[in-house]
């Protein structure tokens, strides 16, 4: 299984960014997605996830009504939008794939793309 992230980059407080995940297609088609983030020097947690077949997705508190996941099936693509960034969004973002059920857990997803950093300060 094979996931392929990309969009990360530097922001300024208050900025936004898009991060992307592209999943092949038997993959999109069923298994549960999911967005982490770890900062350094820390664990590893649990941003944004969301069923295959769709639906309303999950959100961590920390980025609740910050950030929209969302699955574009024309594109296999599973981005995560972020808004109104803060210095503390700051971490390295993974895309992550689970076929036991939409968690929160990392240890609940079996397969992960290689991270894209994201940087927020002004």
């Known amino acids: 299984v094979q996931l392929q992230a990309s969009g990360g980059g530097s922001a300024e407080p208050g900025g936004s960014l898009r991060l992307s995940c592209e999943v092949e297609?038997?993959?999109?088609?069923?298994?549960?997605m999911g967005w982490f983030r770890q900062p350094r020097g820390k664990e590893r947690e649990f941003v944004a996830g969301?069923?295959?077949?769709?639906?309303?997705?999950i959100y961590a508190d920390s980025v609740k009504g910050r950030v929209t996941l969302s699955k574009d099936g024309s594109r296999n693509f599973v981005d995560l939008q972020m808004n109104s960034l803060k210095p503390e969004d700051t971490a390295v973002y993974y895309c992550a794939a689970s076929s036991r059920g939409l968690g929160s857990e990392p240890e609940a997803y079996d397969y992960w793309g290689q991270g894209t950093q994201v940087t927020v300060s002004s």
């Open positions: 297609p038997r993959t999109y088609r069923a298994l549960d």
């Open positions: 969301i069923l295959f077949s769709g639906g309303r997705p």
